[in-house]
């Protein structure tokens, strides 16, 4: 196989191990009323099915990064994948709560090391000219599992039982698992980089503490005493493992964690702040769409799943136009040439078209066709295609091949805390919106109550009491709440698009920073079109 064919091929692997990640994620929503049902969970049972995943990613996101740098990306990468798909044969067959919970955390153990080791490999295996368009195909991955969870979640709810939305993990990590083992060449750190034990330990408590303090705010308001305590405990344990680093990172034989002179770099500071933004806004359309469709359009979870398809359509559309406009050029002569979009100018559009995208969809109304939903969610996805990549690219491309693995998780550790924010300020500017325009006071409390807990509530009690006045009412109500979330994520689209222009470099691959004279010098990276692994000392 030619070199260049392998290291394709390799990224293809790579990409399925990413998406399998993002399907689990998309179709355990699916599935959470049906164990609800099926195990008589309590909300408070569906919440830590779902939270128990996302807490274990924040504890240990940082620490599989210094694995990967210490032992190998691919060594780490394989063993992640052996516990996903292991915790996913768990999951499905778990026969309690409290099992199903024990899985879900165990799974994301395995899930806390595949996005960055995924997003490591690409600065070892790609040189700069072929980078954005492997960045490219890593975002596909990561946005094409939101329609194709609910897709095959909504067949496999229809046909079998609940734990077989667990069981898609297998054979897609069975393919990664191959492919990944043949394709895929081993990489780390030339110098083996030492266990930050205190930083481990007080970066996993700090970003534990902050995910589960906005957790619960989201789900118990932003007054609960225990949501405000945690958060505040872990911002002065962010602040200290800060302060723990730089401490480190001066010592003679220091070596920390993560390498937070990265942040110096305008490419790796902002792209990491942008590709955050980009999650921010798009939980809106990928938080409220299929809401919409499922309890205001009457979809199935299958259908839901269909209707989200154009957001894949135009994100592709944008992918391929942003890849081709921002690609290095050679003349006539064979001189090399600018691209003609600048990385800022290309993330200073996406936002810009993303950002429309949301505003056209926020004047929804209770009368706007499937034409109109397809089309703004179709131009959301096209700005979500030129921005995500270009933004990533300028995050990833100061990364050497020494410390790619820790810098690739300090970029996903940023990451998940801001869709974690984002989740719990969205989702409560979704729900004050819906409650501000029920007029309830002929209901019963309890009655009431349950219209006020969530669309899907509120259509469950209209259609058992055969009101077709409060289903209109529960559903304005819902768009009213989806338009205001929508015109908040075109802000921040706004926002990002500004910032971009104002601070992003136009060119991305800039020089990691200079490294203390007792840090190891950083690992030749492997010509373009090499596959040859590079060896630990």
């Known amino acids: ?315 592709l559309v944008g992918m391929v136009a942003g890849s081709r406009l921002s690609a290095a050029r050679t003349g006539p002569s064979g001189k090399p040439l600018p691209p003609l979009v600048s990385t800022k100018m290309a993330v200073t559009a996406g936002f810009a078209v993303m950002g429309g995208g949301l505003a056209i969809g926020a004047f929804t109304g209770l009368s706007s066709s499937m034409g109109f939903a397809a089309l703004w969610i179709t131009v959301t996805g096209l700005g979500l295609g030129i921005a995500m990549p270009s933004a990533m690219n300028a995050a990833v491309s100061p990364l050497t091949g020494e410390r790619s693995g820790s810098g690739s998780a300090l970029i996903s550790a940023v990451r998940q805390v801001g869709a974690t924010i984002g989740v719990a300020v969205l989702g409560t500017v979704l729900s004050n919106g819906y409650t501000s325009q029920l007029n309830l006071g002929a209901l019963p409390e309890s009655v009431a109550s349950a219209v006020k807990s969530s669309v899907a509530g509120g259509v469950a009690v209209a259609k058992q009491l055969g009101s077709s006045a409060l289903l209109n009412e529960v559903r304005s109500a819902f768009i009213h709440g989806m338009d205001i979330m929508l015109w908040t994520c075109c802000g921040i689209a706004v926002v990002s698009a500004l910032l971009a222009l104002a601070f992003l470099p136009r060119r991305s691959g800039q020089a990691q920073p200079a490294r203390a004279p007792e840090a190891a010098a950083p690992a030749p990276r492997e010509p373009a079109g090499s596959a040859e692994p590079q060896r630990a000392q």
């Open 1 to 315: 196989m030619k070199q260049s064919t392998r290291r394709w091929s390799a990224l293809a692997a790579i990409a399925v191990s990413v998406l399998v990640v993002g399907l689990d994620l998309t179709v355990l929503s699916l599935a959470l009323p049906t164990i609800a049902s099926t195990m008589h969970a309590s909300t408070g049972d569906l919440q830590w099915i779902a939270d128990s995943y996302s807490l274990v990613i924040a504890a240990l996101i940082l620490p599989a990064g210094l694995l990967g740098d210490r032992y190998g990306r691919k060594k780490v990468l394989l063993a992640a994948l052996v516990v996903f798909v292991a915790c996913s044969v768990w999951c499905a067959y778990s026969v309690s709560i409290g099992e199903l919970i024990a899985a879900r955390a165990m799974l994301g153990v395995g899930a806390a090391a595949v996005f960055p080791m995924a997003l490591s490999v690409i600065p070892v295996m790609f040189a700069e000219e072929e980078r954005q368009k492997a960045i490219a195909v890593m975002a596909g991955a990561i946005f094409l599992a939101y329609p194709i969870g609910p897709i095959l979640g909504g067949f496999l709810l229809d046909h079998f039982w609940w734990g077989s939305v667990f069981l898609i993990n297998v054979p897609i990590v069975a393919i990664a698992l191959v492919a990944v083992t043949f394709l895929l060449p081993e990489s780390r750190a030339e110098k083996r980089p030492r266990l930050d034990l205190p930083g481990i330990l007080i970066s996993s408590a700090a970003l534990t503490a902050v995910t589960y303090g906005f957790i619960r705010a989201g789900q118990e308001g932003w007054t609960d005493t225990l949501a405000l305590v945690t958060i505040g405990a872990g911002a002065v344990l962010l602040a200290l493992f800060v302060a723990w680093e730089r401490a480190a990172t001066r010592r003679v034989s220091g070596q920390p964690l993560v390498d937070l002179s990265l942040f110096r770099l305008a490419g790796f500071r902002w792209g990491t702040i942008l590709m955050t933004m980009v999650s921010f806004a798009m939980f809106g359309l990928m938080f409220t769409a299929p809401l919409y469709f499922q309890e205001v359009r009457g979809a199935t979870p299958l259908g839901s799943g269909i209707r989200l398809l154009p957001l894949i359509g135009g994100m």
